[in-house]
């Protein structure tokens, strides 16, 4: 049980509805900040304005899957108002406190350094991770359904990197009967792709492999679908990028090109914000309960 801890949410899309319902469920004492328009009325659950008096007596403080930008905004779909969060709020934090977001970006990272605030980044969890390659697979998988003229099936696949999000879509991809090549960097990914039954190739080959392709489903996020690569690429195929902003593709010049390209992250909070919720909120209250955060650390 969480008896005692105040959490405190900032901001927030669907999903959060989930993690709050959790640790209201485990008692905690929830604070909800930027959830003015919620029509969710959950009990024992109070809203109120971003302040530095507020925060100073939170234990936890859980931000959106995306945390801030890198001005502090903290985006909420459940609010008008702008949300920042700024030096002077995580100066005022207690010390025992913890930021949970799923990523977080150079101002946070800097801001929760300064002040000594520990920050844990959940998607960096390998669980994580792995549980929402799911959703995000599922989603791709949507997106391709719907942009194309063919079946998955007897189709040719291009998955760009092997990690949690592309061995799931890979996998997800072969079962629906899909001719799957996947491009990696490190020799051991290869042979793990070989031996699952994909075509692997090295990344720095990726121009000679494009030349038939109906799909191309990315996940490194650096630059690497580049205009050499679109320039091969046939005018059927459908580009689908599910790193984060910015992708990995050059979009300018795929539209040029004529070539459909959709940038397509945070898939699980689109296309299931229930499930990809579940896994933000039994993963937050297992670390939380195991950190031994009480309400006792505020005395």
Do not use: W
């Not at 959490?7 to 989930?18: P, S, T, Y």
């Not at 459940?78 to 709020?89: I, P, W």
């Not at 690569?229 to 010049?253: E, M, W, Y």
């Amino acid at each position: 049980m969480l008896t005692g801890i105040r959490v405190v949410f900032i901001g927030g899309d669907a999903r959060q509805l989930e993690v709050i319902q959790k640790f209201s469920e485990l008692d905690a004492t929830v604070i909800l900040i930027g959830f003015d328009n919620l029509q969710n009325q959950f009990s024992g659950i109070t809203k109120a304005k971003l302040s530095s008096e507020l925060l100073k007596t939170a234990d936890v403080i859980i931000l959106p899957p995306v945390g801030t930008d890198d001005a502090g905004i903290v985006e909420s779909i459940f609010t008008s108002e702008e949300l920042r969060l700024v030096e002077e709020h995580i100066a005022s934090l207690p010390k025992h406190a913890k930021v949970y977001t799923g990523m977080a970006k150079a101002h946070l990272k800097q801001m929760c350094a300064k002040y000594a605030i520990r920050l844990v980044e959940l998607f960096e969890r390998d669980d994580v991770a792995i549980y929402n390659s799911i959703p995000t697979a599922e989603g791709a998988l949507m997106m391709a359904i719907q942009n194309t003229d063919i079946t998955i099936h007897g189709s040719v696949c291009m998955v760009l990197g092997f990690g949690r999000t592309g061995m799931t879509m890979a996998r997800t991809l072969q079962g629906l009967g899909a001719k799957v090549l996947v491009g990696v960097r490190r020799a051991e990914h290869f042979a793990r792709a070989k031996e699952m039954g994909f075509t692997p190739f090295y990344t720095e080959e990726i121009i000679e492999n494009v030349y038939y392709i109906d799909l191309l489903f990315n996940t490194i996020p650096t630059m690497i679908i580049t205009a050499q690569v679109i320039a091969n690429i046939p005018h059927r195929a459908v580009i689908i990028d599910l790193a984060s902003k910015p992708g990995g593709t050059d979009f300018r010049f795929a539209e040029k090109r004529g070539i459909k390209a959709l940038l397509a992250p945070g898939l699980p909070g689109i296309v299931a914000p229930k499930t990809a919720g579940r896994i933000i909120a039994d993963t937050l209250s297992q670390l939380i309960m195991e950190d031994g955060i009480t309400g006792r650390n505020r005395e």
